[in-house]
């Protein structure tokens, strides 16, 4: 996984226990099918290879050399904040093993088509479902975000304070719509950035927040902006649209998935402050634009279900469930 977790109770131990005491029980007892998530899977899908049992291999982030490639060139492009995002370097070893397990996969499982873009070429899109995650149920936009009085747009981040969410670039639009704007951030911070620094004592910070209170703030601000350079799907873009909050994000969010754009919430390239403040201003002068995107967002949010998102598993793992039962009788 990343450099610096693998201390006796981090994931990546958890993860290689796992696989040890499931890759055990396929040879114990083999299943039709075996589900494994990535990091988790390599021990388990060669077993299964061993027994006949097909594999289905969940992959909810980009693939990690593609992560490793773009957090290179980012700590060229930005050194003040490249400690920002030292820990979530990708560790080449880890790469290897996510490799040998996509190929031991016969069915792959992501949750947005920027995840699929990002595996190795050879991997077969027949052999790769994208199953986007669900949305909390709507919750009315309060009237008090309905006012017509000129105040500024409330702008919120919800997130870890890397660069690797794209950081500098809104902390850099922010700054040059500063005087229409009141600005949030919510997220732990890690390294040491002077600039970021500056940036928290500046606007207002809270480190740390329970989900409930994340929502809460959620409803009290006009719009989510996650600027972010690599992501599986973002969940807070959903649970964002499930207030009825304009969301600024880039393709790399995965939320081309869930997003409209110029619709129900914004896609900007990733690295622009330019495109992020364009589109702020956009809305702090356009407050009828923006009640509409909010509209548009509690609509879409209704349409993207937890419930939908199980169905759509469901409906995966039984092929393959199916598939096994008929080569097993063929």
Not at 59 to 82: D, V
Not at 179 to 194: H, P
Not at 286 to 300: G, P, Q
């Amino acid at each position: 996984m990343y450099k610096n977790s693998d201390s006796l109770f981090s994931i990546i131990r958890i993860y290689l226990q796992s696989d040890d005491l499931v890759a055990k029980a396929v040879c114990a007892r083999p299943p039709l099918a075996v589900y494994a998530y990535a990091g988790a899977a390599l021990e388990t899908f060669r077993s299964a290879r061993r027994m006949g049992v097909r594999t289905i291999y969940e992959l909810p982030s980009a693939h990690g050399q593609h992560n490793s490639e773009l957090f290179r060139e980012e700590a060229e492009l930005k050194p003040e904040f490249a400690n920002t995002f030292h820990d979530f370097l990708v560790d080449p070893a880890w790469t290897l093993r996510q490799d040998e397990e996509l190929a031991l996969a016969d069915q792959v499982i992501v949750p947005s088509g920027y995840v699929r873009s990002t595996l190795p070429a050879n991997i077969s899109a027949r052999g790769v479902r994208v199953i986007p995650y669900g949305a909390p149920a709507v919750v009315p936009v309060r009237p008090s975000r309905r006012s017509k009085e000129n105040r500024k747009l409330r702008v919120l981040y919800v997130g870890a304070l890397t660069q690797g969410k794209g950081l500098s670039y809104l902390l850099e639009a922010i700054h040059k719509v500063e005087s229409a704007v009141e600005f949030t951030l919510i997220g732990s911070r890690s390294g040491d950035c002077k600039p970021l620094d500056a940036a928290l004592q500046r606007y207002h910070w809270t480190p740390s927040a329970p989900h409930s209170a994340v929502l809460d703030a959620m409803e009290n601000h006009d719009v989510l902006v996650l600027p972010t350079l690599t992501e599986g799907l973002a969940l807070v873009v959903l649970e964002a649209l499930s207030r009825g909050m304009a969301v600024i994000t880039t393709p790399n969010s995965g939320a081309l998935d869930v997003i409209t754009n110029n619709k129900d919430g914004f896609i900007v390239p990733i690295r622009s402050s330019d495109a992020l403040a364009e589109k702020l201003t956009l809305l702090a002068n356009d407050r009828e634009l923006l009640e509409s995107i909010s509209e548009a967002a509690l609509t879409r949010a209704a349409e993207c279900t937890w419930q939908s998102y199980r169905e759509l598993l469901a409906s995966t793992v039984n092929q393959v469930l199916q598939a096994a039962k008929e080569s097993s009788h063929a």
